[in-house]
Nanobody
Framework: QVQLVESGGGLVQAGGSLRLSCAAS????????MGWFRQAPGKEREFVAA????????YYDDSVKGRFTISRDNTKNTVYLQMNSLKPEDTAVYYC?????????????????WGQGTQVTVSS
């Protein structure tokens, strides 16, 4: 059983940056592929970025490609999401997710464990 706790959200102006962190406990972190998702009010949860267990491969939604970077530190049991050039449409609750499988996954149904989320608000 893996527990995930996100942090680093907040209020930022358009064009600014934030770095989200997701700390994992209760499992062997290096065996889990990780993903970041977000959900805006009235919308479905959507994929943002994913990373393999080793960190060797990543994948991004087109809406964040070139602005966001996902990374992980298996020695610290933590996955990160560096968000640059933020836009008002990036405003959402951001969730990290874990799944004990190889490769990358973009569907939330492929992930077994979820954090509680952290709010990101980008003002125009």
């Amino acid at each position: 059983q893996v527990q995930l706790v996100e942090s680093g959200g907040g209020l930022v102006q358009a064009g600014g940056s934030l770095r989200l962190s997701c700390a994992a406990s209760g499992g062997t972190f290096s065996r889990y592929r990780m993903g970041w998702f977000r959900q805006a009010p009235g919308k479905e949860r959507e994929f943002v970025a994913a990373i393999t267990w080793s960190g060797g491969s990543t994948y991004y939604d087109d809406s964040v490609k070139g602005r966001f970077t996902i990374s992980r530190d298996n020695t610290k049991n933590t996955v990160y999401l560096q968000m640059n050039s933020l836009k008002p449409e990036d405003t959402a609750v951001y969730y990290c997710a874990a799944d004990a499988a190889l490769g990358l996954a973009t569907s939330p149904r492929r992930y077994d464990y979820w954090g509680q989320g952290t709010q990101v608000t980008v003002s125009s």
